[in-house]
């Protein structure tokens, strides 16, 4: 079967360092994707990683271990605005490249 | 550039009514993809269509069937609306060559209630 897993809830202060982990288990994998949802909109890429190792984008970065099936998303200077559901998502499950699986989501609340 | 457009917006069927959800995007994207979200849930793919002409069941196709009317547009049909399809349904688009990024653009939601 596939899964993915990834914590229900997060809760941190502003100016705070947050690592949202995720880990998969799947038949087939191309690369795992981050998912940033606010609550009433629709959801919005963050990053996309094909190949271990870190990728860094503003405040943003995304680590892949494909060894360990694992990876996670690392939010720096932690803003109010960044309260909302995060989605892990791996592309290329059961020989679909061109398709997402994503988990459950992580709600993250920051806090003044 | 509006991105992916849905209609309508929010809809309220009784069990038995049939109704389709529209997306269509501007951004001449080949791939198309509709999910549903259930409250407290991730996003579950119904189906998705590569390419204009070709369509595939995903993880949650029962119930539902789809056309790729063109390459802008892809709807979603519900032929005998269940309780069970109470969702937030979400429209994506990819295209397909984006380099080292696999980037899905999503459409605002169809908020669906079946009493």
């Known amino acids: 079967g596939q899964s993915l897993e990834q914590p229900s809830e997060v809760t941190a202060v502003e100016g705070a360092i947050v690592q949202i982990n995720c880990t998969y288990q799947?038949?087939?994998?191309?690369?795992l994707s981050w998912y940033q949802q606010h609550d009433g909109g629709a959801p919005t890429f963050l990053s996309y990683?094909?190949?271990?190792g870190l990728e860094e984008t503003g405040r943003f970065s995304s680590f892949l271990s494909r060894s360990d099936s694992y990876g996670y998303l690392l939010l720096q200077e932690l803003q109010m605005k960044d309260s909302a559901s995060y989605f892990c998502?791996?592309?290329?499950?059961?020989?679909?490249?061109?398709?997402?699986?994503f988990g459950a989501g992580t709600r993250l609340a920051v806090h003044p | 550039n509006a991105g992916v457009t849905q209609t309508p917006k929010f809809q309220v069927l009784k069990t038995g009514q049939s109704m389709t959800l529209q997306c269509a995007q501007d951004?001449?994207?080949?791939?198309m993809y509709w999910y549903r979200q259930d409250p407290g849930m991730g996003l579950r793919l119904i189906y998705y269509?590569?390419?204009?002409?070709?369509?595939d069941k995903g993880e949650v196709p029962n119930g539902y069937n789809v056309s790729r009317l063109n390459k802008r547009e892809f709807s979603l049909r519900l032929e005998s609306a269940a309780p069970s399809q109470t969702s937030v349904y979400f429209c994506?688009?990819?295209?397909?060559?984006?380099?080292?990024?696999?980037?899905?653009?999503f459409g605002p939601g169809t908020r669906l209630t079946v009493t």
């Open positions: 994506a688009s990819r295209r397909s060559r984006d380099g080292n990024s696999y980037e899905q653009y």
């Open positions: 799947t038949s087939g994998f191309y690369g």
């Open positions: 990683n094909a190949l271990d």
């Open positions: 998502a791996v592309r290329g499950v059961s020989g679909g490249y061109n398709k997402l699986i």
């Open positions: 951004m001449n994207h080949n791939s």
């Open positions: 269509s590569a390419s204009e002409g070709t369509t």
